[in-house]
């Protein structure tokens, strides 16, 4: 199997599992904080469900400046509008991994926030590390706003203490 194909199925496993932390976002514990310099649960879960577009960007730009301000934030409205936003995006990225050529894998990728380089390197490491890892990241981050509010945390890579 290719590298895109590989890629295409972790992307599965990771939707699925976003999706299914997604589900449980509660509406009323929107402007929730575990900490001053956090994001509110409303943001953290929103970008959760919209991080998909940044996968698409790594895969058929060969930059990104952050300081062009082209990113519109989605607005948190229901946790069945964050799973729908996260289903069509999965789609996009679905649909531009199986466009890759096997050679891009190795083309140069940068994002830059104005003058400043953050990463830059090979639009494999910038799919795996700036997409992929940092929605899992993310997603994990939701899981603890869920655990702090009373809700059951779904299991992600093996049991969760919430579900038998």
């Not at 590298?3 to 496993?13: C, F, H, I, R, S």
């Not at 964050?82 to 940068?110: H, T």
């Not at 003058?115 to 997409?131: C, D, H, P």
């Amino acid at each position: 199997m290719d590298t895109a194909g590989l890629l295409l199925q972790e992307l599965n496993e990771e939707a699925q599992k976003t999706r299914k932390t997604l589900e449980r976002v509660p509406e009323d514990k929107r402007t929730f904080v575990p900490h001053a310099r956090s994001m509110p649960l409303d943001r953290l879960a929103a970008l959760v469900a919209q991080l998909p577009e940044f996968g698409v960007i790594v895969l058929t730009t060969p930059e990104l400046d952050f300081g062009q301000g082209t990113f519109t934030p989605l607005k948190f409205e229901s946790a069945g509008q964050l799973v729908r936003a996260l289903d069509e995006r999965a789609v996009k990225v679905r649909a531009a991994l199986q466009n890759m050529k096997e050679s891009a894998w190795s083309e140069p990728w940068k994002l830059s926030m104005g003058g400043t380089v953050l990463f830059q390197g090979s639009r494999f490491m910038a799919y795996r590390l700036m997409f992929l890892n940092h929605l899992v990241h993310h997603r994990a981050q939701l899981g603890v706003y869920l655990r702090m509010n009373g809700l059951a945390v779904p299991a992600i890579y093996g049991p969760s203490a919430d579900e038998a």
